[in-house]
């Protein structure tokens, strides 16, 4: 069985690339030393999925139409999903990995993933508690995940007794913050939410530290990994929390045993795990169940896709997710608290 692995190696995302090819390599292997998918062996075939990639769409329509892939596992920005599902969409099963804004229905795609809401109302509220701010900012990149979270982000912030006092998007590979900061001290927010992702949410916190903002203004996001934070730097990191679905220092059975894993096959120089990277093992594992599902059902291959994920799935998964069916992915949501070059993952019950 082959699988077409769609990862970004270049680009503004680009240092998601490491982790998730290492973290599906894992899971191929784990995979082939049981009984493979539905009793076949798999194999894994790596197509760029940057914001950079060329020819993306024509290039996966081939492989499609040729038979050379057999289901894709995704990695990668909403914005590049939209591409390939002009390619794939409705023909083979694929599998979308990161955290999204949700709504996704075609036949044949499973969003996996942490959704917007069940991130951000429940962290803008903590973080009203303990904060108090009342003018907040949003700034993310231009593209469909940033522009739908800060719709809904607006709706939370003002439920929480908040404004927003402004909501700016920058193309990818901006590099220049100087208009955005300018406009983040001259409204007087105390409060940030980012919706830039990979080395613009690198960039845009250096700026937004050197600038001397963060003893100014607390900082939320909903995309920013263990890689962003090691390249942000621990002086830039003041009041910088994180809502997630996973984090590497998260003490529970399923992430200790997951490291263990990841440790004992890469060793000390593995690429460094963060929620982007480590979403391709859960989505090659729950590939996986979901065709074992389907052997068990006796489906034929001309079913169709929209007979697949009906029923629940367990299928391994480091962030403790489950499968309710009917395309309803549950994972626990964590916030945390950057310090140094780590998260700290605050505890449920002060997270409350």
Same mark, same amino acid.
């Given at each position: ?190 409060? @940030? ?9 690198? /960039?845009? #916190?250096? &700026? +937004?530290? *050197?600038?001397? !903002? ?27 929390? @994180? ?9 529970? /059975?399923? #992430?200790? &045993? +997951?490291? *263990?894993?990841? !440790? ?48 629940? !799935? ?39």
């Amino acid at each position: 069985m082959t699988i077409a692995l769609c990862v970004p190696l270049g680009g503004a995302a680009g240092l998601w690339g490491p982790c998730a090819l290492a973290s599906a390599q894992l899971a191929v292997a784990e995979l082939n030393a049981a009984s493979g998918i539905a009793g076949r062996p798999c194999r894994l075939v790596t197509i760029n999925a940057g914001d950079d990639a060329r020819e993306l769409e024509s290039a996966l329509t081939s492989l499609v139409d040729e038979g050379e892939i057999d289901a894709l596992v995704g990695m990668h920005t909403s914005a590049v999903r939209y591409d390939l599902l002009k390619a794939v969409g409705g023909h083979i099963p694929f599998i979308y990995t990161p955290l999204y804004e949700g709504g996704e229905r075609t036949p044949g795609v499973f969003a996996i993933g942490e959704t917007t809401p069940r991130q951000l109302q429940p962290a803008i509220q903590w973080l009203t508690t303990q904060f108090r701010p009342k003018r907040w900012f949003f700034v993310g990149n231009d593209y469909v995940w940033p522009h739908a979270t800060h719709r809904l982000a607006h709706r939370f912030v003002t439920e929480a007794g908040a404004q927003v006092v402004g909501d700016m998007y920058l193309p990818f590979g901006a590099g220049e913050y100087d208009g955005v900061l300018d406009a983040i001290r001259e409204r007087r927010a105390d409060a @940030v939410l980012l919706s830039l992702i990979g080395q613009d949410t690198i /960039d845009f #916190n250096r &700026a +937004f530290g *050197e600038a001397g !903002l963060a003893q100014k203004a607390v900082r939320l996001s909903c995309a920013l990994g263990e890689n962003e934070l090691l390249g942000i730097g621990a002086r830039n990191t003041a009041d910088l929390y @994180v809502a997630s679905g996973y984090f590497a220092s998260l003490r529970t /059975d399923a #992430n200790l &045993a +997951f490291k *263990e894993r990841y !440790l004992g096959r890469f060793g000390a120089r593995a690429p460094t795990l963060d929620t982007f990277g480590q979403s391709t093992y859960e989505g090659i594992h729950f590939l996986a169940a979901l065709f074992d599902d389907a052997q068990r059902r006796r489906l034929s291959q001309d079913a169709g896709l929209a007979q697949l994920g009906i029923a629940p !799935l367990s299928y391994r998964s480091a962030r403790g997710a489950a499968y309710a069916g009917g395309r309803v992915n549950h994972m626990p949501i964590h916030l945390a608290r950057a310090e140094g070059h780590r998260f700290e993952v605050i505890p449920r019950d002060q997270a409350a």
